[in-house]
C-alpha cells in the first residue's frame, strides 16, 4: 500500500521536476488570475461610473461576444504559428490593455464607452490564449507524462479560479478598481515573461509537428492558405471523426448540464429547496470544485490507461445519477454529497479525456479542434441558462429531471458505438 502511494505520487510529480512545465504551470495560473482580476475590476468599476446593472451587462457582454466569435481564429492561427507565441502575445497585449485601462481610472478620465472598448478588445485577444494554452502541453512534456501534467495544471486553474476574484475583490476594497486593472497587468505581464521562457521538447525528425510548432504533417494543412480555410479544414477533422465527435458531443451535454443547474439550479436549490442562504450556495459550490480538485488528483496519480469511450459513458451515467438525486434529496447533508461525487467524476474523467485530446489528435489541427469545443460550449451555455431558469420556476425537479434525462441518453449513445467504447 505504501508503495503505491509512493508511486502515484512520483508519477503525480514528475512533470513539475521539468523547468519548462514550471513556467507553463505558473504563466497559466498567472493568466488566470489576472482574468478574476479583470471580471471583478469591470464590474466594480462599471457599477461605480454608472450605478447601472444593465451597463454592467453591456461591459460583460462586449467582453464575450468577441472571445466566443475569434475562439476558432485563434486555434487556426495557434495551428499556424506557435501556441507559446500566440500565449506569450496575447498575455502582453492583455497586460498592456490592462494597464491603460488602471491608468485611464486613475486619472478620472475613464467612460463607460472606453469600458466597453476596453472589454472588447480583452475578450478578443483572449481569444487567441485559451485554445493556445489547452494545445501547448504535448510540446512541454512526454506523452506519458500528459495526464498527471494535465493533472496539476487542472488544480492550479481551480485554485487560481477561487483566488483571483477573491484578491480582486481585496484590492478593490484597500485600494480602488482602477488599482486592480494595474495588478491585473502586472499578472499578465508575468505570464508572459514565464511563457517566453519554455523550451519545447525536440521532436525526432519527420515526426509530426507539435502543438508548439507550424504545421508539418497533417494533410488538410498543406493545403490551406486562407484562414478561412484553415479553420474549415479544423472542422472536417473534428466532425469528421466518430472519437473526436463523441467528445464534443460529450462535452456539449456536460456543458448544458452544468451550466444552468450548476447556477440557476444550485441557487434555487440553496434558497427553496433547502432553506438555506448564501452560505449554502458557497457550500454546493464548494463542494463541487473540492470534489473536482479531488478527482483530478487521483486521475492524475493512475498510472494505467483506461479505455476512454468507457470512462466517458461512465462520466454521462455518473452526472445522469447525481443530477437526479438532487432533484429528490431533501437535507443539505445529502445535496452535499451529492456534488462532492459528482465533482470527484467529472475531476477524474476530465484528465483522462483532455490528455487522450492532445495524444490522439495531429498536433498540425491540435488547437482547432480545442477551439472547436470551446466555441460549442460558448454556444450551450446560455441556452443552458435560459431553459434552466425557465424550468426553474416550477421548482428543481423538473429542471434536475431533464438535465439527468440528457447526460442518461448521451452515455446510452456513447456505449451504442463501438469505434467510441473501444477508445483508449
Not at 195 to 210: C, H, K, S
Not at 299 to 307: C, D, E, L, M, T
Request: hydrophobic share 55%.
Amino acid at each position: 500500500m505504501a508503495s503505491t502511494l509512493v508511486d502515484a505520487r512520483e508519477r503525480l510529480s514528475a512533470p513539475a521536476r521539468l523547468p519548462s512545465f514550471r513556467l507553463l504551470w505558473l504563466g497559466q495560473s498567472l493568466s488566470l488570475l489576472g482574468d478574476g482580476f479583470s471580471y471583478i475590476a469591470f464590474s466594480w468599476i462599471t457599477l461605480g461610473l454608472t450605478q447601472s446593472t444593465l451597463a454592467l451587462g453591456y461591459v460583460l457582454a462586449f467582453q464575450a461576444v468577441p472571445r466566443a466569435l475569434l475562439t476558432l481564429v485563434g486555434g487556426s492561427l495557434s495551428d499556424k504559428w506557435s501556441s507559446r507565441t500566440l500565449m506569450k502575445l496575447s498575455s502582453w497585449a492583455r497586460a498592456a490593455l490592462m494597464a491603460a485601462v488602471g491608468l485611464a481610472g486613475l486619472t478620472g478620465s475613464l467612460t463607460l464607452w472606453m469600458l466597453c472598448g476596453a472589454a472588447a478588445a480583452f475578450g478578443a485577444v483572449d481569444a487567441f490564449f485559451q485554445p493556445a494554452r489547452a494545445s501547448i502541453l504535448p510540446s512541454v512534456v512526454d506523452e506519458e507524462q500528459l495526464a498527471p501534467a494535465n493533472a496539476l495544471l487542472a488544480v492550479g486553474t481551480k485554485v487560481a479560479a477561487v483566488l483571483g476574484p477573491a484578491v480582486g475583490g481585496m484590492v478593490v476594497a484597500f485600494s480602488n478598481a482602477p488599482v486592480a486593472f494595474l495588478v491585473d497587468g502586472v499578472c499578465f505581464a508575468l505570464c508572459g515573461l514565464c511563457v517566453a521562457g519554455i523550451r519545447p521538447l525536440p521532436r525526432p525528425a519527420g515526426e509530426g509537428a507539435a502543438a508548439d510548432g507550424p504545421a508539418a504533417s497533417a494533410g488538410p494543412s498543406k493545403a490551406e492558405v486562407s484562414l478561412g480555410a484553415r479553420i474549415r479544414a479544423g472542422l472536417r477533422y473534428a466532425f469528421e471523426d466518430p472519437r473526436i465527435r463523441t467528445i464534443l458531443a460529450v462535452d456539449a451535454a456536460v456543458t448544458f448540464c452544468q451550466a444552468g443547474p450548476f447556477t440557476v439550479g444550485f441557487a434555487t436549490l440553496a434558497k427553496v429547496d433547502l432553506h438555506g442562504g448564501s452560505a449554502t450556495l458557497g457550500l454546493l459550490n464548494g463542494a463541487l470544485a473540492g470534489g473536482a480538485m479531488l478527482g483530478t488528483l487521483v486521475g492524475g496519480a493512475v498510472g494505467s490507461r483506461p479505455r476512454i469511450g468507457l470512462l466517458i459513458a461512465a462520466l454521462a451515467g455518473w452526472l445522469a445519477i447525481g443530477t437526479g438525486l438532487l432533484g429528490l434529496v431533501g437535507n443539505t447533508a445529502g445535496a452535499l454529497a451529492t456534488v462532492l461525487a459528482m465533482g470527484f467524476g467529472m475531476g477524474f474523467q476530465g484528465v483522462f479525456g483532455l490528455s487522450w485530446i492532445q495524444r490522439t489528435i495531429d498536433g498540425s489541427v491540435l488547437s482547432r479542434v480545442i477551439s472547436v469545443d470551446m466555441v460549442i460550449g460558448y454556444a450551450v451555455a446560455p441556452l443552458s441558462l435560459i431553459l434552466c431558469g425557465a424550468l426553474a420556476q416550477s421548482g428543481t425537479a423538473p429542471m434536475f429531471a431533464v438535465s439527468a434525462a440528457v447526460l442518461a441518453v448521451t452515455a446510452i449513445g456513447i456505449l451504442g458505438s463501438r469505434t467510441v467504447r473501444e477508445m483508449r
